[in-house]
């Protein structure tokens, strides 16, 4: 810097105002720029990256809640097989020979006859010894309150 610049001090009193103001705009908010030398640094924002990341955070959100939704469907699949599942097996037993009533929670006993026609027994089958009369033991079954069976089948079936 030169000695004139130095020696030279900025008279405050002397700063015309109306001029200054006529370097900025009338509503600075509006323009892309700072409007004065101190003004926060505006930088103008990527449209293109800002979609992007706003695109992929709701196809990601998106995603995740159809994979819940999908899964729901699956549990609700399951049941509703699992219902039809005691429903056939329920009236497979109604239509097995039987000469009692099934009490409510009392457990029974499905075989299967050289006939191939079914009948419910109060009898396990560890207890027939040699006078098995059956061609095969089928399940081990359960009289529920809403009238279907819980049945445990015969592993060595499957």
Do not use: C
């Amino acid at each position: 810097m030169s000695q004139d610049t130095q020696k030279q001090k900025i008279d405050i009193d002397r700063i015309d105002l109306e001029k200054e103001r006529e370097k900025t705009t009338e509503q600075p908010g509006l323009i892309a720029f700072p409007h004065t030398v101190g003004g926060a640094v505006i930088k103008p924002e990527d449209q293109g990256k800002m979609k992007g990341r706003a695109v992929s955070a709701m196809r990601q959100q998106t995603d995740r809640q159809m994979r819940q939704l999908y899964e729901q469907a699956q549990t609700l699949a399951r049941q509703a097989q699992a219902i039809k599942d005691r429903v056939d097996i329920s009236e497979r037993i109604y239509e097995a020979e039987m000469n009692f009533e099934p009490i409510i929670a009392h457990t029974y006993f499905l075989y299967q006859k050289k006939d191939e026609t079914d009948v419910l027994s109060l009898v396990a089958p560890e207890e027939w010894g040699r006078s098995y009369p059956f061609k095969a033991y089928v399940a081990k079954v359960t009289l529920l309150s809403d009238h279907t069976w819980e049945v445990e089948p015969n592993s060595e079936n499957q």
